[in-house]
């Protein structure tokens, strides 16, 4: 049996499908973090505001992650969801 190299791809998926059908306010990434909601830094990448949204990125995420990740391990994903958060604050 082949072993999965996308064990991250594919728990990022999930947890942005479950985030964003359970708290679509809760975690965005905006301003609320400069009044000490640090936390919506990190949980902004699993946030989406509709379910087309959450489709097209699930895809990029996909193209990005399953061929890379095994070659990048976790390197693609520390800067995959790091910078959106930052950007977004810009």
Known sequence: M??????????VAALAIVLTAL????LIADGRVFHGQWWRLAS??????TWAHLVRDL????????PYEARLGR???ILGLGVPPLVALQ
Do not use: N, Q, S
Request: aromatic fraction near 6%.
């Open 2 to 11: 082949k072993r999965c190299d996308c064990r991250i791809t594919l728990t």
């Open 23 to 26: 708290a679509p306010d809760a």
């Open 44 to 49: 902004g990448p699993f946030i989406h505001a």
């Open 59 to 66: 895809t990029l995420v996909a193209l990005a992650g399953i």
């Open 75 to 77: 390197m693609i994903w």
